[in-house]
């Protein structure tokens, strides 16, 4: 299948959703198709400038290497020269820390990625969860 | 005022509405604060990949610049090189035809921008027009 | 409110005029609006050469992530893949070392930024809050 | 001589004086010394974001090349590729209209430069020129 435009939407419902039940700081999401465009964008007010850029940096990270953005920070750890290399690599938009997961449809397709900052990551990454099951599909966050 | 994410919506809205009673092409809508930065964006379902890009471009063209993006083409068709200089030195992002339009307040203060892109450059900019009026602010698009 | 010139002229006036009484180096301070734009600058004699741009991605970086540099440097200490990612991601302009204040308004709401750079990191903050205060304002270190 | 800091906020000064008189829209005013880097800048209120941008992209273009902007127009008019080409070369900031003038000291000795953007080009080199004349220095504006 591939990711529409109400699919994208109803996921950041359902990550705002998940932030405000939880008492999160503002958020910014970001929802992009398998291909690593944008598909839908919301920075709720109070938000800082350049948080689009973070949180599409999640991930766009995330989808055009193949793995959620805590796998990416795994790999940071690890070998910070590869991600470095990595971002400039692919143009400068991957930011290796949770919260950038990667959207998976029933047969297991990868359709697209979820990218959320504003928050600390973990609970960045648990709403981008949210709002990915909130649509019915499956989260990958490593 | 400050442009918040509801009434960012609602012009992201109003332009779709505007859109579908036309008959428009898919459309790719984004809406950016006084500062430039990505408030809110929904790209229809059949957008092709980048107009994420082509509609950030107009609405950051014309709020970097202070006009709307209907003035940037009557400039680029006069002196093409100052507008080629212009794109490099903000950065990159600005696109110098309609549907790029300044959102203004009831004051006259310029509180943010919006950018469309999907059909013709008429068509985009009416579009534009319509979700700003939608939200009761004024549009400006030269 | 919105940082206007004759306010960012105080700001630089009262850095200056701290730096001068405590005996610092000639500094650079840089004034952004809340958007992150330019508003007012000023070198000293006997700085080097890319004093801005130093001073500059201090006062950037801490208005496009929503805090001081001081934070961002706690970030960095902590991550620094992270702070090299998030300053590719929002386009190069971010300097993780004290000296990058916020500057917030009596209702708390977020105005603009100051940025210095020349002296030791901590003067250059000391010098930051001292214009901002200067001006009435509140500054924003970490 | 070199041109210092007092002497910066002297041609300031005396281009934002001249356009007051004058009438003119709020005006960028961008000083650069002989290197090309930034001494001083004031954005008046009521300059769109990117005035920064578009005055240093004048007096950096200037100063880089060894002549006013108003020649590099010219050169545009010719060969526009050129210019384009040049403006990559040097790294994206000359812009080729006028309103970037040359500063010169009373030897004939290059100094520095004044970039100015806001009102028609030939208005922002007439408040540039005014400036360093106030600063009893030569403007070099073809």
Known sequence: MTLDLDTART?????????????FKPL?????????????VEREDGSSNKRFEIAFGKAHGAVSL?????????????????????????????VP??????VNDASGALIGAVGISGESSDNDEAAAVAGVETAGLSAVTG
Do not use: C, K, N, W
């Open 28 to 40: 910014t999401v970001v929802v992009l198709d398998a291909g690593g465009h944008v598909l839908a």
């Open 66 to 94: 193949g793995m959620g953005s805590r796998a990416l920070m795994a790999r940071a750890e690890q070998q910070a020269y590869f991600i470095a290399a990595a971002t400039s690599a692919i143009g400068g938009a991957l």
């Open 97 to 102: 820390v949770p919260g950038g997961v990667l």
């Open 11 to 23: 996921i950041v419902a359902g990550a705002r959703a998940h932030a405000a039940d939880a008492g």
